[in-house]
């Protein structure tokens, strides 16, 4: 028997999921859950993928806070640029344990696969220096993209189109908020497994 495929979850479909961002990719991954749970299908993303969900959950919760402090919006995105804001700290501090625990909960619970690579493997420096130049990446989408590359991902799911554009030739490459493409991940993936 063959193993399953395995499906890799980008940043932005793990926060539509977390933060009930949209229903339509929501649901789907409910679905995929499922599968995952059944043996069906592997579901798993990055340790990358999982820094940048950090960097994005202290984000959201910082720009809530501020909204519920009638901060403006100038100041709010002003403070969230600069990081190192005193206010920013310590509103990141406050919500420390509730993401981490967020987090922590939905990739343990759903036993999500976390994949890296090593800096000592030489074909994982390659990889990255090649998406770098040959796909034109972002350090950040190399590194999730050289992650997914090394481990053998069969279907790589974003709702970034500009990546999904850049990289289809890597992956089978679906984004989970353009309705066809999400009917034909459902259609030519799900429904034959």
Same mark, same amino acid.
């Given at each position: 028997?063959?193993?399953?495929?395995?499906?890799?979850?980008?940043?932005? *479909?793990?926060?539509?999921?977390?933060?009930?961002?949209?229903?339509?990719?929501?649901?789907?991954?409910?679905?995929?859950?499922?599968?995952?749970?059944?043996?069906?299908?592997?579901?798993?993303?990055?340790?990358?993928? *999982?820094?940048?969900?950090?960097?994005?959950?202290?984000?959201?919760?910082?720009?809530?806070?501020?909204?519920?402090?009638?901060?403006?919006?100038?100041?709010?995105?002003?403070?969230?640029?600069?990081?190192?804001?005193?206010?920013?700290?310590?509103?990141?501090?406050?919500?420390?344990?509730? *993401?981490?625990?967020?987090?922590?909960?939905?990739?343990?619970?759903?036993?999500?696969?976390?994949?890296?690579?090593?800096?000592?493997?030489?074909?994982?420096?390659?990889?990255?220096?090649?998406?770098?130049?040959?796909?034109?990446?972002?350090?950040?989408?190399?590194? *999730?993209?050289?992650?997914?590359?090394?481990?053998?991902?069969?279907?790589?799911?974003?709702?970034?189109?500009?990546?999904?554009?850049?990289?289809?030739?890597?992956?089978?490459?679906?984004?989970?908020?353009?309705?066809?493409?999400?009917?034909?991940?459902?259609?030519?993936?799900?429904?034959?497994?």
């Amino acid at each position: 028997m063959s193993s399953p495929p395995v499906i890799f979850l980008d940043t932005n *479909i793990l926060l539509d999921y977390l933060e009930n961002r949209n229903k339509d990719v929501k649901n789907l991954l409910r679905k995929l859950l499922r599968l995952h749970r059944r043996g069906k299908i592997v579901l798993a993303t990055s340790i990358f993928n *999982i820094v940048e969900l950090i960097d994005k959950e202290f984000e959201i919760s910082f720009l809530g806070w501020c909204q519920r402090k009638r901060l403006s919006p100038d100041e709010a995105y002003r403070r969230v640029r600069a990081k190192g804001d005193r206010l920013f700290l310590q509103v990141a501090e406050d919500k420390r344990e509730r *993401i981490k625990s967020k987090i922590s909960k939905f990739i343990e619970d759903n036993d999500i696969l976390l994949l890296s690579f090593s800096s000592n493997d030489e074909r994982g420096c390659d990889n990255v220096f090649n998406v770098v130049y040959e796909y034109k990446l972002s350090s950040q989408d190399a590194l *999730i993209v050289a992650t997914a590359v090394i481990n053998g991902v069969n279907y790589f799911l974003s709702n970034d189109n500009e990546l999904i554009t850049k990289v289809d030739s890597l992956f089978n490459c679906f984004n989970l908020r353009d309705e066809r493409q999400r009917r034909v991940f459902n259609d030519n993936v799900l429904k034959v497994l």
